[in-house]
């Protein structure tokens, strides 16, 4: 597994490299790509960090696990290919968007915009085995996406903490609630939408940038 990201991250991550966790998820992960189709492709794995730099992420939006069918994951937590029809979490994402702010809902569900605008959209865990969901859960990822945390709960730049759901609203134990700002709501999964919907959870967040004496970010996505 080529690791690969930009020199910003590598100066917060380097140390991860390095530990046996991290030497072991490589060897996992490379034996189930000669043995498996996994997701994403291993250009696309750390796309997360190219798209938003260190010092410029404003919000970070944790997920769990990639999508695991055929050409969705990309390297962004809930975000598709363009031409890939979006899941049905993310529909439900554009839906609680166009009510909550206005949104008109795109023609696609790729999130690149919103990465390119800090938004860091990362999964706690970076690859799956197609078509099988958790697949390459508790295999070392965790420790690395929590070490991810950890270094900006550390920078000097407080930022907005964006989890939905109980899976990420454990990682609340790494946050320094007095310098950053948190915004949870339920997951937008079939299971729990109900709950999502009217959370209002894109104009919070804005509104807790605005406390931290950012701009807001621009939540509409363009139409490809």
Known sequence: MRVEVP???????????????????QEFVDSERAAHRVFPPEDDVFNAFRLTPFERVKVLLLGQDPYHDDGQAHGLCFSVRPGVPPPPSLRNV?????????????????????????????????????????SHKDKGWEKFTDAVLRALNDRARPLVFLLWGAYAQKKIKLIDKERHRIVTAAHPSPLSFKKFLGSKCFSAVNRALVELGETPIEWQLPNL
């Open 94 to 134: 554009f839906k609680e968007l166009r009510d909550d702010l206005g949104c008109a809902i795109p023609n696609n569900g790729c999130l690149i915009p919103w990465a390119e605008r800090g938004v860091l959209l990362l999964n706690a865990v970076l690859t799956v085995r197609e078509h099988e969901a958790n």
């Open 7 to 25: 020199s910003d991250w590598e100066a917060v991550l380097s140390s991860e490299w390095t530990q046996p966790y991290f030497q072991r998820l």
